[in-house]
């Protein structure tokens, strides 16, 4: 729950003990944008306060299922000046995330890993209880391959934003946003799972 400016005072004291860390960053938006409604720290600039704040090792940052609207008309320009990785919903339609996350899995190597899932990241057909949904997301096997995938990564933390049950009547986004972070305590390092 809470919105995905939780993540950066988290980061932060995620830093203050591992330094600079990489991160698995699944949403419909980058979250890198400098100002929202005259405010520096909102929901939609996390990203971009913590690559300046010297949170991130951008060079291990990747962004999976980003696309929606924007207001910019390069939108992804601010986190490929970064080092960021950033692949777009597009790039993820209609096959298995297994082959990316290996790719992923080589980017962040041995160092500090942090997960960062706004539930908006996925279709609204199957999570429409959020505040910005965007079509044409992925599919919930499809964020269990992107979790899973993280096995055996150095996971130093995670979060799942963005949750708001009450645009839900059915009450699926809950139940799915609760499978999410049940699979993330799964895949945190010296768990041990079946």
């Not at 010297?54 to 962004?63: A, E, F, K, P």
């Not at 096959?95 to 992923?104: R, T, Y």
């Not at 962040?108 to 965007?134: H, N, R, W």
């Amino acid at each position: 729950g809470g919105d995905h400016t939780i993540t950066y005072p988290i980061l932060q004291a995620v830093a203050e003990k591992h330094g600079p860390v990489g991160l698995v960053h699944v949403d419909a938006h980058t979250d890198t944008g400098d100002r929202a409604l005259g405010e520096k720290i909102y929901h939609g600039t996390p990203f971009r306060r913590c690559v300046e704040e010297g949170l991130l090792d951008c060079s291990r940052v990747v962004q999976i299922g980003i696309r929606g609207s924007s207001y910019d008309p390069n939108p992804y320009k601010y986190c490929w000046d970064q080092g960021f990785r950033v692949v777009p919903a597009e790039e993820c339609w209609s096959k298995s995330l297994v082959p990316l996350m290996a790719e992923v899995r080589k980017q962040m190597g041995d160092k500090p890993v942090y997960i960062s899932f706004d539930i908006d990241g996925l279709d609204p057909a199957y999570a429409p209880g959020t505040g910005t949904p965007e079509i044409a997301g992925l599919t919930p096997a499809q964020a269990l391959e992107i979790i899973r995938g993280c096995k055996g990564l150095n996971i130093v933390g995670c979060d799942l934003v963005e949750v708001a049950p009450m645009y839900d009547v059915s009450g699926n986004t809950a139940l799915l946003a609760a499978n999410l972070l049940f699979e993330m305590l799964c895949v945190l390092p010296r768990v041990k799972t079946m």
